[in-house]
């Protein structure tokens, strides 16, 4: 059975900046009231305030979490999916969504562009990583500057 919810993965550092935290919040709520799915690693910082932003309009969040208990999650995860694998559960993250928003972010967030890059899924971001391949810049990156063209992209470019 085929559903027809859409599901963005929130992407970013545990040890998020101030502003950061703000623009996932937002990014969470735009993604709630646009009636798609939430998905992230569970953990704290950008993944939390995503949460947490969802959670606010009623929306609905996944946490693919890398260790064993679903009390890892933060507490704005109502679906925690509990993994075992460590930083490995970064591929679950992006191969769960359809599309993904990339906030800031260090080396983990990396990963998840290259995973779902590599995958064919596309993938926002602001302020986040810059890709450059033999010195030339590589586009792959949709660039946006706030939460609602964030998610408003995301959505466009998510194939039914």
């Known amino acids: 059975?085929?559903?027809?919810?859409?599901?963005?993965?929130?992407?970013?550092?545990?040890?998020?900046?101030?502003?950061?935290?703000?623009?996932a919040e937002e990014i969470g709520r735009e993604i709630a009231q646009n009636g798609a799915i939430l998905v992230c690693g569970g953990l704290d910082g950008v993944m939390e305030a995503a949460c947490r932003g969802a959670v606010s309009e009623g929306g609905l969040t996944v946490g693919i979490l890398p260790g064993t208990s679903r009390n890892d999650a933060n507490q704005y995860v109502k679906i925690p999916i509990v993994t075992g694998i460590g930083y490995a559960r970064n591929i679950v993250v992006v191969k769960s969504a359809q599309a993904v928003i990339a906030v800031g972010g260090g080396y983990g967030t990396l990963t998840?562009?290259?995973?779902?890059?590599?995958?064919?899924?596309?993938?926002?971001g602001i302020d986040t990583w810059q890709l450059t391949n033999k010195d030339k810049i590589n586009d792959s990156i949709i660039r946006v500057e706030n939460a609602?063209?964030?998610?408003s992209t995301a959505l466009e470019m998510i194939s039914d």
């Open 1 to 23: 059975m085929a559903t027809k919810n859409k599901f963005i993965a929130v992407i970013g550092n545990s040890k998020a900046s101030a502003q950061e935290i703000k623009l």
């Open 148 to 151: 609602l063209d964030a998610v």
């Open 112 to 124: 998840e562009i290259g995973y779902a890059l590599k995958n064919g899924i596309p993938v926002v």
